[in-house]
T-cell receptor, first 120, second 110 residues
Framework: AQTVTQSQPEMSVQEAETVTLSCTYD???????LFWYKQPPSRQMILVIR??????QNATENRFSVNFQKAAKSFSLKISDSQLGDAAMYFC?????????????????FGQGTILTVHP | DVKVTQSSRYLVKRTGEKVFLECVQD?????MFWYRQDPGLGLRLIYF???????EKGDIPEGYSVSREKKERFSLILESASTNQTSMYLC?????????FGSGTQLSVL
């Protein structure tokens, strides 16, 4: 079974600065997807960024980028130019890419979450 | 716009009560999920369904059951609620691997 670990329960950053959230995972599969989700106080889960394991290039979405190290099974999220609206709980998640009889059905395995505080 | 609706935002129940948490999606998705969210534990999968009347256990199914009589609706049932089931419950549906979440039900069992 796959596991996802976020070792930072809480992080804080000054507005306009950069912060990196850590995530490691364990799997025996070679093909999979990794995600970062944001959960603000509204509780609505928002997809921040997604990475396909077969792609070597790190995914980026505006101020959000990842550092994907497949051999090390590490998937960190970097938030640049932090804004007050970035304050939230962030979850790292894993999804198997199994199909053709071994479908994953889109199930995600989540980490424990990191609470990010942004100071003005 | 995609929509996953959970019937209650907050719910307070007594120990031993039978509790129904309802989730409806309007996207004709085949796959639906129930997760439980607890501080320090993240989200853990309780049950999921990949078609009408089809269900599979997730990682923590004990004390829960589910029902999917129609494609758009996936219900989570606590047959006899206990205090350790006090938690946030999140429903989701998926298509092509992309997950869409409801806004959660905070359940308190007293």
């Amino acid at each position: 079974a796959q596991t996802v670990t976020q070792s930072q329960p809480e992080m804080s950053v000054q507005e306009a600065e950069t912060v990196t959230l850590s995530c490691t995972y364990d799997t025996s599969e070679s093909d999979y997807y990794l995600f970062w989700y944001k959960q603000p106080p509204s509780r609505q889960m928002i997809l921040v960024i997604r990475q396909e394991a077969y792609k070597q290039q790190n995914a980026t979405e505006n101020r959000f980028s990842v550092n994907f190290q497949k051999a090390a099974k590490s998937f960190s999220l970097k938030i640049s130019d932090s804004q007050l609206g970035d304050a939230a709980m962030y979850f790292c998640a894993y999804r198997s890419a199994l199909n053709a009889g071994g479908t994953s059905y889109g199930k995600l395995t989540f980490g424990q979450g990191t609470i990010l505080t942004v100071h003005p | 716009d995609v929509k996953v609706t959970q019937s209650s935002r907050y719910l307070v129940k007594r120990t031993g009560e039978k509790v129904f948490l309802e989730c409806v999606q309007d996207m004709d998705h085949e796959n639906m999920f129930w997760y439980r969210q607890d501080p320090g534990l993240g989200l853990r999968l309780i049950y999921f369904s990949y078609d009408v009347k089809m269900k599979e256990k997730g990682d923590i199914p004990e004390g829960y059951s589910v029902s999917r009589e129609k494609k758009e609706r996936f219900s989570l049932i606590l047959e006899s609620a206990s205090t350790n089931q006090t938690s946030m419950y999140l429903c989701a549906s998926s298509l092509d691997g992309k997950l869409f979440f409801g806004s959660g039900t905070q359940l308190s069992v007293l």
